[in-house]
């Protein structure tokens, strides 16, 4: 296929040329993955680099980018190895003659410790920069290592930070080696942040100081640039709604007394929460309907979310539905209360989805991430259950609300009142604001 591409993409391709270490945060839908691509193949081009290595979640590495790479004119003569399997097959992989290697973030502490693989002269691709958020993680510490004898690097994302300014210091010191945000953590926070919630000495999170938002972008600018779908796409309509539904004042009474004594008994069962944590995971579970028990056993609460869901799939009049769960309980009722509902894990799921087959479907956010298009096979989302994760939230919601939609997208989020799905809702919003603000203060003006 010939790559026509708009004028923001020829503009963040150049972007990547131009810096050799830089930060990309591009919306869902605009194409990071070609625009990537064809920067790459310049710099190949031009010897500024002589191989590309691609680091990405593994579906995307072992489908995306090889089938990127063959799908563009520009791109199918690249020789790439994917990185996959066994670890004969990945040393085998890591030793054959290409330009571009393609390798899963999993497997990135083993690629540096365990092999000879030469970082320099290499632009190095970290598809989804937000994985590499936690200073303490192994992939984190071993793409440091190797971090002074990387020539080039670019951070692909569409969410920088889902949990908060915090995750920056992580992801820019991947990318500019700690020279904005500064190389220690500590330092970071006593530079940007104050202590919000404690018990005593031990400090349980931060918040940033006054004008810390706008410093920390300042810092980061010039190497970063960002764009969204709305401004370069025709994004077909959304519709985002609230479904609230209400416990009786048993089911409420229960949940209270949950909340308040971490402990409950319940059809003959008790049901614990060792730890703030797991009290509010119990939570989250008694707002959907139901709660494991101390022997992992599901117990039934209340039906009032698959009421709703019910009156939802009735509205819609024959359309596809698409329902996110987070339980493995919340899977097993929709089963057992929608029989045509078909979980939607694979490619062949996905492809029936696609086509019109499948009239319920049930889809986990952390399997709904990226690479996936599912645009053609409906354009209704109901949340039976909400994530805490802005990433995972925002990546289920793209798969049908990206350019190709067809219809309006309608996005439900069942909220069972008077519970924490409020609570977590607000969240969302919060962190989304905090994403929403980096990405408007480092957005990328197109040069005339």
């Not at 563009?72 to 085998?92: E, M, N, P």
């Not at 519709?239 to 402990?263: C, F, G, L």
């Amino acid at each position: 296929m010939i790559y026509t591409p708009h004028e923001y993409q020829t503009f963040a391709s150049r972007f990547i040329v131009e810096h050799p270490a830089s930060a990309l945060i591009l919306d869902m839908g605009l194409g990071k993955t070609v625009i990537t691509l064809t920067a790459a193949c310049q710099l190949l081009a031009t010897g500024e680099v002589n191989k590309v290595l691609v680091v990405a979640p593994k579906r995307v590495a072992e489908s995306t980018w090889p089938d990127e790479i063959r799908k563009w004119d520009h791109t199918k003569g690249l020789a790439f190895s994917l990185i996959a399997g066994s670890k004969k097959q990945r040393l085998k992989a890591v030793s054959k003659d290409a330009e571009v290697y393609i390798i899963s973030r999993d497997n990135v502490e083993w690629l540096v410790s365990d092999t000879d693989f030469d970082f320099k002269d290499t632009l190095v691709v970290i598809d989804e920069l937000s994985s590499f958020k936690s200073w303490r993680s192994k992939r984190f510490r071993a793409i440091m290592t190797v971090r002074p004898y990387i020539t080039r690097i670019v951070g692909l994302t569409g969410t920088p930070s889902s949990n908060g300014l915090m995750d920056l210091f992580a992801e820019f010191k991947v990318i500019d080696g700690g020279e904005r945000l500064g190389r220690y953590i500590t330092r970071y926070r006593e530079k940007y942040f104050v202590p919000d919630k404690r018990s005593r000495d031990v400090v349980f999170s931060y918040k940033p100081k006054p004008h810390a938002e706008e410093a920390i972008y300042d810092q980061i600018s010039d190497i970063t640039i960002s764009m969204k779908a709305d401004d370069y796409l025709t994004m077909p309509p959304l519709v985002t709604n609230s479904y609230p539904v209400a416990m009786s004042a048993k089911e409420q009474a229960i949940y209270d007394h949950m909340k308040s004594d971490m402990v409950v008994s319940l059809k003959d069962t008790t049901i614990d929460a060792v730890n703030a944590a797991s009290l509010t995971g119990k939570l989250v579970q008694m707002a959907n309907g139901a709660v494991y028990n101390e022997k992992d056993q599901p117990v039934v609460i209340h039906d009032h979310k698959l009421d709703a869901l019910e009156d939802i799939i009735e509205a819609a009049n024959g359309k596809s539905v698409m329902v996110a769960y987070w339980f493995r309980h919340d899977l097993e009722r929709l089963k057992k209360r929608f029989p045509e509902a078909r979980e939607l894990k694979d490619t062949a799921d996905f492809r029936d989805w696609n086509a019109g087959r499948v009239s319920v479907g049930l889809i986990h956010p952390a399997s709904a991430g990226h690479g996936l298009n599912l645009q053609a096979g409906g354009s209704i989302l109901v949340w039976f259950g909400l994530t805490w994760s802005l990433e995972l939230y925002q990546q289920c919601n793209a798969r049908l609300y990206r350019q190709g939609q067809k219809s309006t997208v309608v996005i439900e989020h069942i909220i069972t009142k008077g519970t924490i799905d409020e609570r977590v809702l607000s969240m969302l919003e919060k962190k989304e604001k905090t994403q929403d603000a980096l990405i408007n203060a480092v957005k990328a003006e197109l040069e005339e």
